[in-house]
């Protein structure tokens, strides 16, 4: 019979032991930081309703959409009878505004809540771009109204996770969509579409350069004035360096239209805000050039890039939007949220040689030089599970060497060695395999060895 060659679909992220520790750890950090900060966990199914999840989308999501049909009777669409009547999320934020608006009578506002799991997207398969991949979410949601000092407390926590992480420097980037809406249109720039159009050309800047950008919306397809476009260039090219120069590089814009005058009061609010919180300077900043899609957010909106990484792009991204479930509820339902791409952020890491290797979860391997021992070594790794020591047994007898190499290979911090002449003193050998070194302690002494050593280890990494 023929072999079927083992492989995994592009997309996909499928990771060896030790990475996936370094995953999980960077999960449980995200969650620890998530939770000191009063966010409630909520999960949601990986399957939805397809109407649910593309109520007023374009085709472009529809596109990326995996739709699931059973191998059964297949439930189609009322409305598009053509189309399954379930797929899988695409992103958490959809799901999110199902939920409060189901459960809105239940649920105490304003709703913190935080979610850590899959979504899946039909990308087109290439490097760092996923179809399978975690989003790690928070998000505030108010009942009628949600004060502008949420957009600040979101920033205060990013940068609580982000240096638990210790990937290194990062800045949170902010702009403000009604500072943003009110520019073009005191440049005559006045429709949604349009000034996403111009965004998209403006995005251009780092690639193709100003005067290719001033080509094109000087040309017949926007047909924008010189002048327009050299105020544009000037705005999106506004940066911070610290929040009294936040200050003074709002103030320097000078007169707008309402929207713009809400906006930069707005942006005002929440620069000090986030200073209050306790976020360093260094750690923040203005960046006028953040759109984060037009047409979803309608006030702050966030973006995180690591400071000597900066071709890594945003790894957190986010911000507030009006009304998140009004396509579901008659409830006004304002919110403002920010989510990290784990997936892609641990990908990126780890190309970019940024992650720290990690051990493996066991901490130890308590080895077997005899069959008749086996009793013996099963009750030291008992001693050791109660006291909370992660462990491991060789069940199989054999070469201490073998041992030894298996568990340096997977990562095992220590060996104990219980052979007969240790025994005999009521004593173990501890191998320190990382250190290279070894040292003999009494039984009744090991648990309280080895707790020294991991707490040690554990100072150390911190």
Not at 200 to 227: H, Q
Not at 335 to 350: D, N, Y
């Amino acid at each position: 019979m023929a072999l079927t060659t083992p492989r995994t679909m592009p997309g996909t992220l499928e990771l060896l032991p030790r990475e996936q520790i370094a995953f999980q750890g960077m999960l449980d950090t995200i969650r620890q930081g998530f939770e000191v900060y009063g966010f409630l966990p909520i999960e949601t199914p990986a399957i939805e309703f397809a109407d649910i999840l593309l109520t007023k989308s374009g085709g472009e999501t529809e596109r990326q959409v995996y739709f699931v049909q059973s191998t059964g009777a297949l439930e189609r669409s009322p409305d598009q009878p053509g189309r399954p009547d379930h797929a899988l999320r695409f992103d958490l934020t959809v799901p999110l505004a199902r939920y409060v608006a189901e459960h809105e009578r239940e649920l105490a506002f304003p709703f913190r809540r935080y979610q850590l799991q899959r979504v899946y997207r039909g990308e087109r398969a290439q490097r760092g771009r996923f179809r399978e991949f975690y989003q790690c979410d928070i998000d505030v949601i108010g009942k009628d109204s949600l004060s502008i000092r949420y957009d600040a407390e979101i920033p205060a926590v990013i940068h609580a996770v982000f240096r638990a992480l210790d990937i290194g420097a990062f800045t949170i980037q902010l702009n403000n969509r009604k500072l943003m809406r009110g520019f073009f249109e005191g440049l005559g720039v006045g429709d949604g579409e349009k000034q996403m159009l111009v965004l998209r050309e403006v995005d251009k800047l780092d690639k193709r350069g100003a005067e290719y950008v001033r080509g094109v919306l000087t040309g017949d397809l926007f047909g924008l004035s010189g002048e327009a476009v050299d105020k544009i260039l000037r705005f999106v090219e506004v940066r911070s360096t610290s929040l009294a120069d936040a200050r003074a590089k709002l103030d320097a814009l000078g007169g707008g239209t309402e929207t713009f005058e809400q906006g930069r009061a707005e942006l005002r609010d929440v620069l000090d805000t986030v200073a209050a919180f306790g976020v360093p300077e260094s750690a923040f900043a203005l960046n006028l050039s953040i759109a984060r899609g037009l047409d979803y957010y309608t006030g702050t909106v966030y973006e995180t890039i690591l400071n000597d990484h900066p071709d890594i792009g945003s790894i957190c991204s986010g911000g507030r939007y009006d009304n998140l479930a009004g396509n579901y509820t008659k409830s006004t339902l304002p919110g403002v949220g920010i989510s990290i791409g784990l997936t892609r952020l641990f990908w990126q890491l780890r190309e970019a040689g940024l992650l720290k290797t990690a051990g493996s979860s066991v901490h130890v391997l308590v080895t077997q030089m005899d069959a008749a021992q086996l009793p013996e070594c099963l009750a030291i790794a008992k001693e050791l599970r109660d006291a909370g020591i992660a462990t491991e047994v060789a069940l199989e007898d054999g070469k201490l060497g073998k041992q030894l190499k298996y568990a340096d290979r997977a990562g095992i911090r220590f060996a104990v060695v219980a052979g007969e002449d240790e025994l005999s003193r009521d004593a173990v050998a501890v191998k320190d395999l990382r250190r290279g070194d070894q040292f003999e302690v009494l039984r009744v002494e090991l648990v309280k060895s080895l707790r020294a050593e991991l707490a040690q280890e554990k100072v150390q990494r911190a």
